[in-house]
């Protein structure tokens, strides 16, 4: 269903059906607004039509980003330029909201300053200070109204602005680390799928995960991950084995990945990236076992322990891979949101200002 602005029509994750909601509520906003100043004798003047046509692209942005490629989805490209869009076609709808809208939209930029501002950001308190202190009541019925309104207005649109930039570059350091990620996968997999193709084609190179004949036993044979001699498919079965421990590891891990109402696919691209690196790793072991470089464990007696030892090597990719899904949590909560966690963090700032001033009284 479309309505005639074209909204409500955007297919795809619930991070982009709310934005697209979003959109179509600003639109209302704007379409409200001119309908309102038509019917006023004095019309739309001059400043506010060209803030209007600026929000009206703003928001034709946003939605020609809603509806970008499946890739732009997945690496987050079209979120973040229909949020800088949607973020900025807000702000021009604060610089020409009415008046006896101003204080209600003024609590809403306090709200997103709270949020993603430092707590002695001099835009932040004062526009607190204006919005809470009873001396500003006082101060608007003795001064003139339209001036402390167009004060008031600016002060509250630049801090509105100045938060949603600092929530734009808290999402672009995880978008970032996503496509990092991603990357890092994407050559992960290359170099398993090359590796395999390498040893396919040279023997020798399959060989090398061999283990060689007990010395003074009579009968023992060459000991290879398929069997006693080697073959083009020894890499790519240690490869399987490597990255099935890792597939199994990483599923066991999805109870302590937290979701997240982002568009950005942190968990996802955490858990392929595991994939690759199980099998390499599982390679990388046997390879090192087989070279005698571990004391004590110089040779394997059939191919079946050969399998166990990938399988272990690729459950300790859990080792390498522990950092990063660290620094991927912890990018996803820098980005904060509403909610209780963000809650508790204000009045946490709150408390510790109050007991700063009182200390200093002291």
């Known amino acids: 269903m479309v309505d005639v602005d074209g909204d409500v029509a955007v297919s795809g994750s619930s991070w982009y059906q709310r934005t697209n909601a979003h959109v179509a509520h600003l639109q209302g906003q704007l379409n409200k607004f001119e309908e309102q100043r038509k019917a006023d004798a004095l019309g739309i003047s001059r400043d506010d039509a060209e803030i209007v046509a600026k929000a009206n692209s703003h928001l034709d942005a946003a939605r020609n980003a809603l509806r970008g490629s499946m890739w732009k989805h ?79 207005r600016e002060l509250a649109a630049i801090t509105l602005h100045a938060a949603y930039q600092a929530e734009e570059a808290e999402r672009a350091r995880v978008r970032s680390f996503t496509q990092i990620v991603v990357v890092a996968a994407v050559a992960l997999w290359t170099i398993v799928i090359l590796l395999g193709i390498w040893g396919i084609f040279s023997p020798d190179v399959a060989g090398r995960f061999c283990f060689p004949p007990e010395k003074g036993v009579a009968g023992s044979e060459r000991v290879c991950p398929l069997g006693s001699t080697p073959k083009g498919a020894s890499i790519f079965f240690l490869e399987f084995i490597g990255l099935f421990a890792a597939a199994l590891a990483g599923a066991v891990s999805l109870k302590v990945v937290k979701g997240t109402a982002g568009p950005y696919h942190v968990a996802t691209g955490l858990i392929i990236l595991r994939l690759p690196v199980g099998a390499l790793t599982a390679v990388a072991g046997i390879l090192l076992m087989s070279g005698e470089f571990f004391p004590g464990l110089t040779r394997l007696d059939t191919s079946t322990q050969v399998a166990a030892w990938a399988f272990a090597f690729g459950i300790l990719q859990e080792s390498v891979t522990r950092a990063v899904d660290r620094q991927g949590q912890s990018l996803l909560d820098n980005v904060r949101g509403p909610g209780p966690k963000a809650v508790a963090e204000d009045e946490r700032n709150h408390a510790n200002r109050e007991r700063v001033k009182t200390e200093k009284k002291r």
Not at 77 to 96: P, T
Not at 115 to 142: I, M, N, W
């Open 74 to 152: 997945f690496t987050g490209a079209s979120a973040d330029r229909a949020l800088a869009n949607v973020h900025e076609a807000e702000v021009a709808l604060l610089r020409i909201a009415p008046e006896d809208e101003l204080r209600n939209k003024g609590f809403y930029a306090l709200t997103h300053a709270k949020l993603h501002l430092r707590h002695d950001d001099v835009c932040l308190q004062q526009l607190r200070e204006v919005l809470l202190s009873r001396e500003r009541k006082a101060f608007g019925r003795g001064r003139n109204r339209k001036t402390v309104d167009a004060t008031f």
